[in-house]
């Protein structure tokens, strides 16, 4: 039946999402940096901006802008270099981290230096200038949905991305703000700190070079 169908594929969608958003990537690394060097209510607010990224990313990819721009290799090229250029700039900004002040308790820092709002733009722009999720989405979605998908259907799906993406960068906030285990990583603060900028620096250069407008590369 129809509804059996839309079960099956919702299941299918998820269980996609899930195994693309518990791989290693930009968003994890913010999320990690974030949460673990800053505070769980930092990481709550990055992951707020990486679901409000993939919001826009699911809209324009059901509205059929998708395929525009994973064929537009001006399109492409902007939203990549620019992607890269702000994963780059965190990550330097990273390296030169000297870790927590000395009066962070064992608890996390007594006050954050990154406000609500700029935790939440981190999560969003690292997500949002992401040219790779352009081609997931539209890749993955255009198993699920054709012209006569049922609105509401397509909004069920979208908002399973969404939902998804918090609730897996909330728990993974939570996990890291943990006391236990930010007193192991607490004297290594400064090191973690310049771990996730070498990575976010490495992402960033990948990114650049990410060749072209083949979904196969």
């Not at 059901?62 to 994963?87: D, E, P, R």
């Not at 908002?159 to 993974?172: D, H, N, P, R, Y």
């Not at 906030?173 to 990583?185: C, V």
Request: charged share 10%; net charge positive.
């Amino acid at each position: 039946t129809m509804i059996d169908g839309f079960i099956t594929n919702w299941i299918l969608l998820a269980g996609i999402f899930l195994l693309a958003l518990a791989s290693p990537g930009h968003d994890l690394v913010m999320a990690v940096r974030n949460a673990m060097l800053h505070s769980r209510r930092a990481g709550l607010w990055t992951a707020a901006g990486f679901a409000l990224g993939v919001g826009i990313h699911v809209t324009y990819t059901l509205a059929g802008l998708a395929t525009v721009i994973a064929h537009s290799v001006v399109l492409f090229n902007l939203i990549k270099y620019a992607g890269a250029a702000y994963l780059i700039y965190v990550g330097i900004k990273s390296l030169r981290s000297s870790g927590f002040t000395s009066d962070v308790s064992v608890h996390g820092p007594q006050t954050t230096s990154l406000s609500d709002m700029q935790a939440l733009r981190a999560g969003f722009l690292t997500n949002l200038l992401n040219p790779k999720a352009t081609i997931f989405f539209m890749a993955v979605f255009s198993q699920f949905i054709t012209e006569s998908t049922p609105l509401i259907v397509q909004i069920l799906y979208a908002g399973t991305c969404i939902a998804m993406t918090f609730l897996w960068f909330s728990c993974v906030a939570f996990f890291l703000t943990q006391s236990r285990i930010r007193i192991m990583f607490l004297s290594a603060s400064q090191w973690i700190d310049r771990l996730c900028g070498g990575f976010l620096v490495a992402l960033g250069i990948k990114l650049a070079l990410t060749k072209g407008v083949s979904l196969t590369s």
